[in-house]
């Protein structure tokens, strides 16, 4: 687009073009299920800069908010220098998550936490290394990493032979400097759930998970029934004010136990999930059944189980507010 209109002037620059859309791979037969599948939803972004020094600015400003959205999913990550490959550029990094279904090849420090391609760091080092080379500890594991952005510094390898290009102080053309970043929107979420999740149980991270907390009340024709209903419909509301009603799933399904909707919440894999059954009617020190997403289970009266609810909203909100400076500290030497 830029190539094709006339140049734009330096008092335009930096500029920031990104979208985000399907895209179609095209493979005979997909593999590894959503992680890569023939039609996948991918966020893409070009920046244009004056400069060397401006594009670099940039990459460190976008490359910091790329950082910030994997802080906010609370999914372990790690960042490594990348080979620029058939993208060309000067300056590349990839994200990854750690897993057995990866397609690349990392270096990881049991020490530090560092990480590197396996490839750079051979073609780097010209051999295969046999020490960190973050704090020099032999403590180096080969593990597989599933990417899930990629940050190119490309320069001016696109712009200058497509010319695409600015006026530059002195009115005169001048090749436009380019960087590219992409995020795999649903490689994202399939890579989350294959690190988090167990064989029998998925796990979203807090702020991809479909629901905040999933209801279930007590079996149609049950003694508790008419007692545990009322109980069960003050938690409607007061759940669906603290984290949003449409946060909260009832499984109003009661011609089913409720052993057999517990083990499917545990399949769908909600982050709580509060169940109104006999302890909840029981007369002395009455009790709601909590499940929690990491399979723990807890027996709490109302107001704690309200209490978690409102902490586990409070815990979503700090994340987008970009509070997550617990987490920095508990992974920050993977960051």
């Not at 399907?22 to 991918?42: I, Q």
């Not at 970043?181 to 991270?205: K, M």
């Not at 517990?262 to 909600?270: D, Q, T, V």
Request: hydrophobic share 35%; with cysteine.
């Amino acid at each position: 687009m830029l190539a094709t209109t006339s140049p734009i002037s330096y008092r335009q620059l930096p500029l920031r073009l990104y979208q985000i859309g399907p895209k179609f791979r095209d493979e005979l037969k997909s593999r590894f299920g959503l992680m890569r599948a023939k039609e996948f939803l991918m966020k893409d972004m070009y920046t244009f800069d004056v400069s060397e020094e401006t594009a670099t600015r940039t990459y460190a400003t976008v490359s910091a908010a790329y950082d910030r959205l994997f802080q906010q999913l609370e999914v372990p990550f790690v960042k490594v220098n990348a080979a620029t490959g058939m993208m060309g550029g000067s300056l590349s990094h990839e994200y990854h998550y750690i897993s057995p279904v990866g397609e690349d090849t990392l270096l990881q420090c049991s020490s530090c936490g560092f990480a590197g391609n396996s490839e750079v760091l051979e073609t780097s080092l010209q051999e295969s290394p046999t020490s960190c080379p973050s704090c020099k500890s032999t403590s180096l594991s080969t593990v597989r990493g599933v990417e899930v952005a990629h940050t190119f510094l490309l320069g001016d390898k696109y712009s200058k032979p497509l010319g695409a290009t600015f006026l530059n102080t002195s009115g005169k053309p001048q090749s436009l400097v380019m960087g590219c970043y992409g995020i795999g929107i649903t490689r994202i979420i399939a890579a989350a759930l294959e690190v988090l999740s167990t064989d029998q149980e998925l796990r979203w991270p807090k702020l991809l998970a479909p629901y905040d907390v999933c209801l279930i009340g007590p079996k149609q024709g049950s003694k508790e029934q008419q007692p545990a209903e009322a109980i069960e419909n003050e938690l409607l509301g007061n759940i669906g004010e603290l984290c949003g009603h449409q946060e909260l799933l009832h499984d109003d399904r009661k011609e089913l136990t409720i052993g057999k909707r517990l083990l499917e919440a545990k399949r769908l894999g909600h982050p709580l999930t509060v169940v109104v059954g006999a302890k909840a009617v029981q007369p002395e020190a009455p009790k709601l059944e909590v499940h929690l997403s990491d399979g723990d289970s807890l027996e709490l009266d109302i107001n704690e189980a309200l209490k978690l609810v409102a902490e586990h909203s409070q815990h979503k909100r700090d994340l987008l507010l970009g509070r997550f400076e617990q987490y920095k500290e508990k992974v920050g030497h993977q960051l």
